[in-house]
């Protein structure tokens, strides 16, 4: 009956839309007598479908449509190509065949005839893939000193990114310039490529802002700062000390021992220590990350899992999880007794790692504590329970079999009896 349909349809006049929906069809023959009518009618309204079709899986239709595509570039048509040309830019991400060059051919028609002038606007403009294509057409006529204050001007990253390669190409006055004007950008990412590039060009000049980049705010600067400068034999240990023992703000009180962490400098773990119980939580963190880059094991560290501060907390768990650093049931029991309602999930989150039945005795013994949090991870636990197969030790039956008046007095009905029912095949009887 479809194909009685598609042959009516065919061989009558037939509607855009109709034709549209024709080109989605699964057949690939049908897709492509489809395009050979939208090739005959040559109407832009077309584009949309004709772009979703020359990334078709097959490669005639695929063809077909790319050619169909090349035959409405025309001046009429222009604007049509200019509104999808986010849609066109997609293309290059496709990965059935290599769509590079009929994107630039479909950019160079969008902006052919477009004095150097409008393509500066264009970069300028609030249109993001037109101002990349408008920096990408003129990266061939402009001098790098140009494309380089255009890229500086920018707010899109892939324009951003172009920086390197043209500030590369400044020496002397031109570089210094850019390079003063841009080291305290609020965009770390600007400092960044200007700090590495100004390492190789006036590494005399980067050597008199040490004291700014050696305690920036981004990590990536910081790490290249100090390698640069312990190259150069300066006494960045001696600086960081000094800088600790200043009054200043919190956040550069914070970026000073991140540093000293992030230079290796363990010896000077005992310095840095009192700042786990510092009042302000960023300075409590960046303590706990250099600590922590000193020895994962450190117990005093291990403790910022149960900061007041949620944002220490979830930091601490982070990096416990990230490196899978053993914690023993134990530890975990005592955090349980005094955790942070805030640190509830994290630290049950942690607790999988002990194994099913351990994370169950935690929730169990916590139960009082907070029942409604830990009704929300009994249920959780009873969810995933055939997700990992492990049969519980002997001392931990006993464990259990043990908590059976918190089991009867604070579970409700539902729960009581889901959980008899997954206790009872390990012998478990509640």
Not at 375 to 395: G, I, K, Y
Request: proline letters at 3%; one cysteine or more; hydrophobic letters at 40%.
């Amino acid at each position: 009956m479809l194909n009685r349909l598609k042959n009516i349809l065919f061989n009558k006049p037939i509607s855009n839309e109709n034709l549209i929906l024709l080109s989605e069809d699964l057949n690939g023959f049908e897709r492509e007598r489809a395009i050979k009518q939208m090739r005959e009618k040559r109407d832009i309204a077309f584009l949309d479908a004709l772009l979703i079709r020359a990334n078709d899986w097959v490669p005639q239709v695929r063809n077909l449509a790319q050619e169909v595509i090349r035959e409405l570039m025309v001046e009429p048509n222009k604007k049509a190509f200019t509104e999808n040309i986010e849609a066109i830019w997609q293309l290059k991400k496709k990965g059935r065949c290599d769509h590079s060059q009929l994107v630039k051919d479909i950019s160079n028609f969008v902006l052919q005839n477009v004095s150097q002038d409008e393509l500066i606007s264009k970069v300028k403009s609030g249109h993001r893939t037109l101002a990349r294509v408008a920096y990408e057409l003129l990266s061939h006529s402009l001098p790098a000193k140009d494309l380089v204050q255009l890229a500086l001007a920018s707010k899109d990253i892939l324009i951003i990114r172009n920086l390197g390669l043209y500030l590369n190409q400044l020496e002397g006055y031109e570089f210094e310039t850019v390079f003063k004007s841009t080291i305290d950008s609020p965009n770390a990412y600007l400092r960044c490529i200007v700090l590495q590039i100004g390492i190789k060009k006036i590494p005399d000049q980067v050597k008199t802002c040490c004291e700014d980049i050696l305690i920036d705010n981004s990590a990536d600067i910081r790490l290249v700062s100090i390698n640069f400068f312990k190259i150069h034999n300066f006494e960045i240990r001696k600086f960081y000390l000094d800088q600790l023992q200043k009054p200043s703000k919190t956040k550069i009180k914070a970026n000073t021992i991140l540093g000293i962490g992030q230079a290796g400098y363990a010896d000077c773990a005992d310095v840095i220590r009192p700042y786990l119980s510092n009042s302000f939580a960023t300075i409590r963190e960046a303590a706990f990350r250099a600590l922590y880059a000193f020895n994962p094991k450190d117990s005093d560290v291990r403790k910022s899992v149960l900061d007041k501060s949620p944002k220490v907390s979830k930091t601490a768990l982070f990096y416990i999880r990230k490196n899978e650093i053993k914690v023993s049931f134990e530890e975990l029991t005592q955090w349980f007794e005094v955790a942070p309602v805030h640190t509830i999930k994290g630290l049950l989150r942690l607790a999988r790692q002990s194994g099913k039945w351990s994370e169950l005795i935690l929730i169990l013994k916590s139960f009082r504590r907070d029942p409604e949090v830990y009704s929300l991870a009994l249920n959780d636990w009873l969810r995933v329970f055939n997700l990992h197969q492990q049969l519980p030790t002997s001392e931990e039956t006993t464990t259990l079999q043990g908590l059976r008046q918190v089991i009867l007095e604070d579970l409700n009905k539902d729960t009581l009896e889901l959980l008899r029912f997954t206790l009872k095949p390990f012998g478990i009887l509640v």
